[in-house]
């Protein structure tokens, strides 16, 4: 039997072998992706999200959450390309320039997949040209993580070379890391701020306007 909510509490408490060996079961008994994606993975994924909001989750465990939703979501992937289901929105994530931190910028794109969103992963140290050519591709929401009270300006002048290309208006673009406040995105001119992982998705959601 198709064991939907096996693969949700498996998540949750991190068993990456059990949610892939639930996930194969699923496909096998041709059980719908989006029914895998949605009441198992993403399921799981909106109570580890909550449990990290509350504090009754600390980041080991949503690293160990976000391991067992990557070892589903390898299943899950190549399924979803043929079967046509859209992702809520497309977005980029990376550390800016100077910048070699990435545990919460993984964390974050863990949870953004685990959203719904598409999510490309631009990586450390990423040059203003690099976020100026995703918004190129049509990238909805470009998301920008600085750990550094160094590297905060890179935040600035990424969004600013958004500006000098001409192509602010056509994407947002959502800033944190840990010296980040609201105040300072509102002093580069972010569309949005976001203080942890868990709240990045609804922020997401909020700034492209999805469901
Ligand atoms: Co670095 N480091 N580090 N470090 N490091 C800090 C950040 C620091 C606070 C430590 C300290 O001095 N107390 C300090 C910064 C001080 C400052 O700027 N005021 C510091 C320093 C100084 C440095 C170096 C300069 C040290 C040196 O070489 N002298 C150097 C800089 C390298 C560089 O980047 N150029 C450096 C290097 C490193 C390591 C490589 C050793 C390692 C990074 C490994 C890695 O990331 N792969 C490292 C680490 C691990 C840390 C600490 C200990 C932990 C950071 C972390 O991963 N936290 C950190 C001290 C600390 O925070 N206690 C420190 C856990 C993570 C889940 O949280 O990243 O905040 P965080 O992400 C959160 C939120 O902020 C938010 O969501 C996440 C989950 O809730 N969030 C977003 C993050 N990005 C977001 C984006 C969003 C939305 C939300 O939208 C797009």
């Not at 450390?124 to 203003?128: L, Q």
């Given at each position: 039997m198709v064991d939907l909510e096996g693969i949700k509490e498996s998540l949750i408490k991190g068993d990456a072998n059990k949610v892939k060996e639930l996930v194969e079961a699923a496909v096998n008994e041709k059980t719908p992706v989006g029914d895998i994606l949605n009441q198992g993975l993403i399921a799981g994924m909106n109570v580890v999200g909550v449990r990290f909001k509350n504090n009754e989750f600390y980041v080991p465990e949503v690293l160990i959450a976000a391991r067992a939703m990557h070892a589903g979501m390898g299943i899950l992937e190549p399924l979803l390309k043929e079967s046509g289901i859209e992702p809520i929105g497309k977005v980029a994530v990376g550390t800016v320039k100077g910048d070699l931190h990435d545990i919460g910028k993984n964390l974050v794109i863990m949870m953004l997949k685990g959203g719904g969103f598409e999510v490309e992963d631009l990586g450390?140290?990423?040059?203003?040209e690099k976020f100026v050519e995703v918004a190129k591709k049509g990238t909805q929401l470009i998301g920008l993580s600085a750990l550094l009270t160094t590297t905060m300006p890179a935040m600035k002048t990424a969004i600013e070379a958004l500006k000098t290309a001409g192509l602010k208006d056509g994407v947002k673009v959502m800033i944190g890391g840990a010296p980040i406040t609201q105040a300072y995105a509102d002093e580069i001119g972010a569309d949005g701020y976001s203080p942890d992982a868990a709240s990045a998705v609804d922020k997401a959601k909020e700034l492209i306007g999805a469901k």
């Open positions: 450390i140290d990423v040059p203003d």
